[in-house]
């Protein structure tokens, strides 16, 4: 261990706060994933039977794996790849988070597209282009946005200022400071579009989609997609929540904020289900019409309602919010690397990544026009939006996350683990402690590879 970092380094930026510390996790967690890609995974996968598989991959996997990650990260107080250097110096164990680095672009190049066609939609509730849309409209108003040669990739590049901007501005004056803000607003602009949603006439029917538990559309298939949702909605598996544990406060309590950020999370997921699918049901669209299911259907929500563009204009800012603090999560994995292990500055390592993700991601971007020369290249049988979404959802964040599993569960000494999860005796948690160690020794490790074979069709559930 004479190795342990002994070259002086930079001195590194914490958040300020345990309450800083919650917003930017569960900044890093809400995101796209509950807005857009929640309702139509449920949508599309049975509805309440896939709800209950998500919560036991959250429980058994996704907050184990959390508490792994950020065990990771505060305890060398290094980037995704660094962090792995300082527990194992000299061995391959760092590919896990060199593989992370890989993840944060794939998601990127597509989260980026999505989060281009939210930025738009905002100026246009603004500006009036949405007033009185009809489902029909709405349709024709989404594949405008979404499947043109310039304009998508406009909003992309406006995103990804936006984007640098803030991470430039560093940890503190940056991440917390947009991620404590903006939260809470989110927040409440969910329960009040709810509260109209709740009041449609296909309300009952949307909820009963929801809700209701129907086990014979379940197949592994269905099975990896919970898992791979789990993953990608509290940002596991490629090294972000070991990048932002690197910045958490020496007192936070490392097994109760994963449960705090997973339980939060999921209300707002649900609270994204019981605004969307009330309105699918009310104007009779196919709830697993796939991703253009916010688009079309938001929109309709507050057509009839007084001030509805206001309201309209709110939730797409807050779309675009909860988009954005997802991205600067995921920007800030390879950012820190760069700046860490490459010596590039912390200015440098944003420009040189944001463009490197910019131009690979106008691929996923045109990909959405079927009739485009892009859009007609397939690779494996999918188009590069699907592919980047694919790759990473469901086959680079659970191999990252059984890997984290399996090197925190085993290569790590008990007693080291134990310390750095109670703050060194500060806290009394041995109980929680004991249920941790065994969960992520024995189930989360099993219950991945069981999914990831099904899923791949190797092994038949
Ligand atoms: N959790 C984010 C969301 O739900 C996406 C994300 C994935 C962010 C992986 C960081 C890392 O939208």
């Known amino acids: 261990m004479a190795e342990l970092n002994t070259k002086p380094t930079k001195k590194r930026e914490t958040f300020s706060t345990g309450l800083a510390v919650f917003f930017a996790t569960l900044g890093s967690a809400v995101g796209l994933g509950n807005i857009w890609k929640f309702p139509y ?57 060199g593989m992370g680095v890989a993840a944060a672009f794939l998601i990127m190049f597509f989260y980026s597209d999505v989060s281009g066609w939210v930025y738009s939609y905002v100026f246009k509730s603004i500006t009036g282009k949405l007033n009185g849309v009809t489902p029909n409209t709405a349709k024709v108003v989404f594949e405008t946005t979404s499947s043109g040669a310039i304009l998508p990739i406009v909003w992309q590049g406006i995103v990804f200022i936006v984007v640098a901007a803030i991470l430039i501005a560093g940890v503190k004056n940056g991440i917390e400071r947009i991620t404590k803000t903006l939260l809470p607003i ?10 109209r949603a709740f009041t449609l006439p296909g309300a009952r029917d949307g909820l009963k989609f929801l809700y209701n538990i129907d086990f014979t559309k379940v197949n592994g298939g269905v099975i990896l997609a919970a898992l791979g949702l789990a993953f990608f909605k509290l940002s596991l598996g490629m ?3 070991i990048t932002y544990g690197s910045y958490f406060t020496e007192d936070n309590n490392l097994l ?145 996350g059984l890997l984290i599993a399996i090197f925190v569960g085993y290569f790590i000494k008990k007693d080291d683990l134990k310390n750095e999860l109670m703050n060194n005796g500060k806290l009394n948690s041995a109980v ?24 791949l069709g190797i092994i038949k559930l």
């Open 239 to 241: 090294g972000t929540m």
């Open 256 to 400: 109760h904020t994963p449960i705090k950020v997973a339980l939060s999370d999921v209300v707002v997921s649900l609270l994204a289900g019981m605004a969307i699918f009330p309105v699918v049901f009310t104007f009779k669209m196919e709830p697993s019409s796939g991703s253009g299911l916010l688009f079309t259907t938001i929109p309709l929500v507050f057509s009839k309602l007084p001030l509805g563009n206001l309201l309209l204009a709110s939730f797409f800012i807050l779309t675009a919010i909860a988009a954005t603090t997802a991205m600067i999560s995921l920007v800030e994995v390879p950012v820190a690397y760069f700046s860490e292990e490459k010596g590039m500055s912390r200015r440098n390592a944003v420009i040189f990544t944001v463009i490197i993700m910019f131009i690979f991601g106008t691929l996923a971007t045109l990909s959405v026009n079927s009739s485009s020369f892009i859009g007609n290249i397939k690779i494996l049988g999918y188009g590069f939006f699907d592919l980047f979404d694919k790759t990473s959802s469901n086959i680079l964040l659970p191999i990252g």
């Open 432 to 455: 929680k402690f004991d249920l941790f160690y065994f969960i992520i020794r024995y189930i989360s490790p099993i219950l991945l590879i069981i999914v990831f074979l099904s899923g």
């Open 41 to 97: 995974i449920v949508g599309s996968n049975g509805g309440g039977a896939f709800l209950l598989i998500y919560f036991i991959c959250v429980i058994f996997v996704g907050i184990p794996v959390m508490v792994c990650e950020l065990y990771i990260g505060r305890k060398t107080r290094s980037n995704a790849v660094g962090a792995f250097k300082k527990l194992r110096p000299g061995t391959a164990w760092k590919g896990i988070g």
């Open 186 to 195: 989110l927040f409440i602009l969910i329960i009040i579009c709810d509260i």
